[in-house]
């Protein structure tokens, strides 16, 4: 099977170059993690990407495969075209072949004030939260922070340091939607603006992007109808 | 060209669950507190904890924290420490709302209150009916206990140092920690970070087999460190093999599975698992399903072309349960087996799972080693989560203990390192010496040649412990590891890098890795040949039972003279009666 890989080492290569690989012995239910591992141990030591729990949970190796954002730990190869395009994030800074700069990313998430506030005291025990209650945050706490969502919405191409990008906007969601959270308004209040939420234009790629199936779209949906109804 | 060097108060080496309880204690209490991790903070492995974590919440069932206590002793076979397992017995409550109140996201029942499953090894009233003392969030507790930590720490302003590797420990001649030298990934370049104190929470590693259901990222560096520095390590021919990875993969299909009303079946469909175990069936302890299913194999009951797999049966469970409480499991069968266990059975075997063994810790975390008589702390120096060893497991870890252990026993570390402090103002002076050696170890790999390579060696060193260190040990199976992983740890010598570059280079970080992972398997292997008993995890047909006679004692293996010394288990507990060993059945 024929891979191309984006490689570049800022301490040697003046431009970066799509390198080709070529790996015999395919095996069935074989994850594109495993080819990239057994490329680098068979054929390339300096194959530089990012990887750890290898079952989808950790966010580590977001990577755009033929053109798509995705996790490699949970592509099979068997799925993809010939030769198979790999190159990393797209409009990151790349620090070397696959491994790209996430710290924007990061500084974003941070933004939102991710953590549940709550400004009663504490009870000496849990919180009572309605099984319905609980059911609003599926689909918005199983985000891995793995950033394939955000590096593939134009929005965050185009205003990287103001617009929030979904992945952190779902973050607002989360605890928006949280009956714990006691914060709300003020989380709104620090979405409006032209920038920080309303730069998504709902043109779907994160949700298309997202390899846990989550929905930023919807959930970015959710907060702009929390602002609305706090208006009214 | 000089060495960079950062100088906080207390330096927390990981941030999974462990490291980020502990961190988070220190930033409320307003130590200045640096956390470096090889990964992003999410990416550590207490991520992948599913099932969820213990405490006698009595939501669903009568509970309480002394019946938690027995399961635990029982389930450890003995070889827990029952002034640890008390203490944490009694904490878990109080840490679980805790943890809540951080913002987990529990499932939760219809009053509102945090939902809870059964598990393994539980019961009520001292071995009566099953208990339902896991609480999870759905099948994805660990992501959520990960996140909330991390978000929390991100609110207390902690210090974090991302991917940074740790390679060694710094220390004085009066055996003082100093902190540790670490090297920035992005960059390549070393950093010294001075501490007054130094916690370890690098977690386990599972690396040490080829089929397990850890991260790549898990290979006992802090263990391995401990070594080096000349600290001996705690019990580790106890690695848990969990009954149900997928057959041939090693991904977990987590204890809840089984909780949820799950079982195993042979190929002739039975449900062997009530010959082993009667009463608790498919929900009794760890190590005794693993065997079970080992058994069911090795006698020619498995499943398949090749019979070397069961099935995890869930797919009368229905549908609605395994959207709304399994639906991580379901993911994972279906990416991995292509298999919905709603429809169809899941081919499972025994995958390594867990490493019971570690630095040896008393119940605020410190190290402690052997002096003349008894044991003191290693000044500056705690150890907390899946690399300690304090010992709360012993032989066999229940599921949903060692989220709860981390926690624990992460804030009583936080709270001791603040007493610390307040006796221990001033940073002591650096131990140059000990930080050139260091730097031996790191400047190791810049060496250029022709010889083995990294990938190749773990691969054969994880062949060996598979073959030779699994479920069933016997003296002339683990006499030939030894052997075995005697000559990788020659060969180390002759390994080479092919890539010198310092940016992001994720071949040394491996390679270093690769040391650790022959330390550790050296002293797995070592203290399991001298183990002549079957206790917990560790199961030696050549001696099938249990010898409190001679063996109720922890293994402490030393690096220098590869070395072994014994020291008794602490069979007091605080204030409760101790539980003495007794058959134990299920
Ligand atoms: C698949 C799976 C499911 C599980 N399910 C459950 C469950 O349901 N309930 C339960 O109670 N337990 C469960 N466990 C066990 C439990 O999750 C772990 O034992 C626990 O999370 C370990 O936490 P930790 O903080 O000790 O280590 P980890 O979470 O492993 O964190 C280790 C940290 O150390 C860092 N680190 C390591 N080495 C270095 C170095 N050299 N330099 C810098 N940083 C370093 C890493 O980057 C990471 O941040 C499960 C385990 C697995 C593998
Ligand atoms: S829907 Fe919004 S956030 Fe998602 S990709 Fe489009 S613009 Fe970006
Ligand atoms: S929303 Fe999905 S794609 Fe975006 S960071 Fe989270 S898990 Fe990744
Ligand atoms: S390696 Fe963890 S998500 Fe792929």
Known sequence: MKFRIYRYNPETDSEAVMQEYILEDITPGMMLRDALLRIKEEQDETLSFRHSCGEGVCGSDAININGHNGLGCITPVSELKEPVDIRPLPGRPVVRDLVVDMSQFYHHYRSVKPYLTVYEPEPEVEYLQSPEDRDKLDGLYECILCGCCTTACPSFWWNPDKFRGPAALLQAARFIEDSRDQATAERLEDLEGPYRMFRCHTIMNCADACPKGLNPTEAIGRIKQRMLKDQS | ?586
């Not at chain 2, 081919?347 to 410190?366: C, D, F, K, L």
């Open chain 2, 1 to 586: 060209m000089t060495l960079a060097v950062r100088k906080f108060d207390t330096l927390v080496i990981g941030s999974g669950g462990g490291g980020l309880r502990a961190a988070l204690q220190l930033s409320q209490a307003e130590a200045n507190v640096a956390v470096v991790s090889k990964v992003f903070p999410t990416r550590s492995h207490t991520v992948a904890a599913q099932g969820g974590i213990n405490a006698a919440l009595a939501n669903v069932l009568p509970d309480n924290w002394h019946w938690h206590m027995y399961d635990t002793v029982k389930g450890s076979d003995y070889l827990g420490d029952q002034d640890a397992i008390e203490y944490m017995c009694r904490a878990a409550s109080h840490l679980v709302y805790e943890l809540e109140h951080a913002g987990v996201p529990f499932s939760r029942l219809d009053n509102g209150k945090i939902y809870q499953r059964p598990f393994g090894g539980q019961s009520q009233d001292f071995g009566g009916d099953q208990a339902a003392r896991t609480c999870a969030a759905a099948d994805r507790t660990g992501h959520a206990i990960l996140h909330s930590l991390y978000q929390q720490n991100i609110r207390a302003k902690t210090h974090f140092f991302d991917e940074y590797f740790a390679v060694d420990l710094v220390k004085d001649e009066q055996g003082h920690i100093l902190g540790a030298l670490t090297i920035e990934i992005e960059t390549g370049e070393p950093l010294l970070i001075e501490a007054k104190t130094t916690l370890l929470a690098t977690g386990g590693a599972g690396q040490l087999f080829c089929n397990n259901t850890n991260a790549h990222i898990n290979t006992g560096d802090g263990i391995a460190m401990a070594l080096r520095a000349g600290i001996p390590v705690q019990d580790m021919e106890f690695f848990q093999f969990h009954p149900t990875g997928i057959a041939g993969k090693g991904m977990l299909m987590s204890e809840g599975a089984r909780g949820e009303g799950g079982y195993l079946v042979n190929k002739d469909g039975e449900r062997f698992m009530e010959r082993y175990a009667p009463h608790a069936k498919d929900l009794a302890s760890r190590d005794v399903v693993s065997r079970a299913v080992a058994t069911e194999i090795r006698e020619g009951r498995g499943c398949g072309p090749d019979g070397d797999y069961v099935l995890l049966k869930m797919d009368h469970v229905g549908e609605e349960v395994i959207a709304k409480r399994l639906p991580g499991i379901r993911a994972l069968a279906e990416t991995f087996a292509g298999i919905d266990p709603a429809k169809e059975p899941v081919p499972v075997s025994p995958t390594a799972h867990y490493t019971m063994g570690g630095i040896p810790t008393n119940r605020y975390g410190q190290v402690v080693a052997p002096v003349d008589v008894g044991e003191e702390a290693i000044p500056g120096l705690y150890a907390v989560g899946e690399c300690a060893c304090v010992s709360v497991h012993g032989a066999n870890r229940l599921g949903g203990n060692s989220l709860l252990d981390i926690v624990v026993f992460g804030r009583a570390a936080g709270n001791h390192i603040i007493e610390f402090l307040k006796e221990h103002r001033y940073h002591r002076p650096m131990d140059q010496g000990s930080v050139d050696k260091a730097m031996v170890n790191l400047h190791r790999w810049d060496r250029k040649g022709e010889g083995e390579t990294v990938g190749g060696l773990r691969g054969e060193l994880q062949q060996v412990m598979d073959d030779y260190c699994s479920v069933f040990r016997t003296k002339e199976i683990l006499t030939e590891g030894v052997q075995k992983i005697l000559e990788i740890e020659k060969r180390l010598n002759n390994v080479y890098l092919r890539d010198h570059s310092k940016i992001f280079n994720t071949a040394r970080i491996e390679a270093m890795e690769l040391v650790n992972l022959v330390d550790l398997a050296v002293a797995t292997m070592i203290s399991a040949l001298a183990r002549e008993e079957s206790r917990g995890a560790h199961s030696r047909m050549d001696f099938p039972e249990r010898d409190d006679k001679h063996w109720l004692k922890h293994t402490l293996y030393y690096k220098e003279g590869k070395r072994l010394d014994y020291k008794p288990v602490r069979v007091k507990p605080l204030t409760v009666e101790s539980f003495p060993p007794k058959p134990r059945v299920y």
